[in-house]
Each structure stands twice: as C-alpha cells, then as structure tokens.
C-alpha cells in the first residue's frame, strides 16, 4: 500500500481493537475461529519448514504465529502501529520468532522484491482505497513460483446480510462500520487483478463460518467469505517476463 493507499479511519479503527486482538471472546473472536482454518489452506500448498513467508495486513499477529509456529520465517507488515505493538508483545507469551514492521506492502515489496515463497493477505482487501495497487505490491514480492494467498468478502447480498447486517448489528460480533458493501470483490474481480499482476489462480474455496458454534469450515460456496490461492508466473506487472 502506498501512502495514497491507505485510509486512515481504517487503520485507526483496528488500532483501537490492539489492546484486546488476542483475546478470544474480544472483538477478535471471529478472526481467532477462522485462523485455524485459513492456516491450514496455506500448510496445505506450501511446506513451510523454512519457508519465507509475509504476512501483509498481520493485525496482532494471529496468522503470523500460527505460520511461525508450523515452521516458517514469517515477516508480518502492518500500518497500525498498536497492533504491531500487540504483535511484538505476544511473542514474549508465545515463544516464536516473527519479525513484525509497521510498514506498507508497498514498502516491503520494494525493499524485498522477489524474495518470499508465500504471501498472506487475509481480509485486508476490502479495507484499501486501490485493490489493484496492492495486488500489484503482493505480487512483487514473490519468487517465481511462489504462491499468494487471500482472503475476503464476496459483493453478494448473502454477504451483505452475514457480515455488516449479522456481524455487525445483529450478533455485535465486529464493532458498526468495520466493512463496507462496495468495497466487496467478486472472485472474478479479484482473479482479473491477480492475473494482470502476473499470477495464474490456482483454487478458490469458500470459507463457511457459524459464529453461535464458533465453526469454520471450507466450503463449496463463496456467497460470503472466500480464500484463493494464486501462483507466480515469473512475469512482470506488465505482463512480460521479469
């Protein structure tokens, strides 16, 4: 993300949520059910014993230690200065290794281009002014071959109703204003952006969430929530070999 990128009232908002991102009943209690899963998609394409990898967009941390944890050299970049704070602090509890960085993607990919085997982008996406130029930031900053991994919102009215009217409203699982409808991208939206930025997508799986159960589960239906896996093709943004 450049600094055109950003929206300031989004990373103020996350930062509010910094003292209390690793309790599990907390305002994070969604993120916390939904990493196991989402950790597993990623261990599941990458073996990450010793695997580089970036975490864009970490928040506190939770993806990151989890990836840490399964044996990957793991960078976590965020804007939010209290969450990195947060961040840095849990690895005193948790034992693990992660080098965590207030900074951009757009930073990160110009200071380490092509030098990751995987990228994470979880539920980040749907918070930046410019999908295109952090595609673009993510995509730079994998080796060839290396794989991207995303997470996000479906523009669908499904998801309208599960993620702003229930989460938000209704069950006050995320605090009012934490998403925004137009700002949801299809699958099909999202794979244009991946493929002009030079990567092939491999898989989509939706992503199934009950919070009264507090299950999550891969899915057949994107109608809501997704993850992707996409692959680096060795060719530039332009589309020509790097």
């Not at 009232?9 to 509010?16: G, H, L, P, S, V």
């Not at 394409?45 to 941390?61: E, P, S, T």
């Not at 899915?219 to 943004?237: C, E, I, P």
Request: charged residues 20%; hydrophobic residues 45%; aromatic residues 6%.
């Amino acid at each position: 993300m450049t600094a055109a990128n950003v929206n300031p009232d989004e990373i103020a908002r996350f930062d509010q949520l910094a003292a209390r991102w690793w309790d599990p009943d907390g305002e994070s209690r969604p993120l916390h059910d939904l990493n196991p899963v989402r950790a597993a998609y990623v261990a599941a394409r990458v073996d990450l014993r010793g695997a580089k990898v970036a975490d864009v967009g970490c928040g506190g941390g939770l993806l990151s230690e989890a990836l840490a944890r399964a044996g990957a050299k793991v960078t976590g970049i965020d804007l939010g200065e209290k969450v990195i704070e947060v961040a840095k602090l849990h690895l005193h509890e948790s034992g693990l290794d992660v080098d965590y960085r207030v900074q951009s993607s757009a930073g990160l990919a110009t200071a380490e281009p092509a030098s990751f085997d995987a990228v994470c982008c979880m539920e980040l996406i749907e918070h930046v002014p410019d999908p295109a130029a952090l595609v673009g930031d993510l995509a730079a900053m994998l080796k060839p071959g290396g794989r991207l991994f995303m997470s996000t919102l479906n523009r669908t009215p499904a998801a309208f109703g599960a993620a702003i009217v229930g989460a938000e409203y209704v069950m006050r699982l995320l605090p009012r204003g934490t998403h925004h409808y137009a700002q949801f991208l299809r699958p099909s939206e999202l794979g244009r952006l991946l493929r002009r930025a030079g990567l092939e997508l491999e898989d989509v799986s939706g992503l199934g969430y009950n919070p009264l159960d507090r299950k999550a589960w891969l899915s057949r239906s994107t109608a809501v929530n997704y993850l992707l896996s996409a692959r680096a093709t060795g060719t530039s943004r332009g589309g020509q070999p790097a």
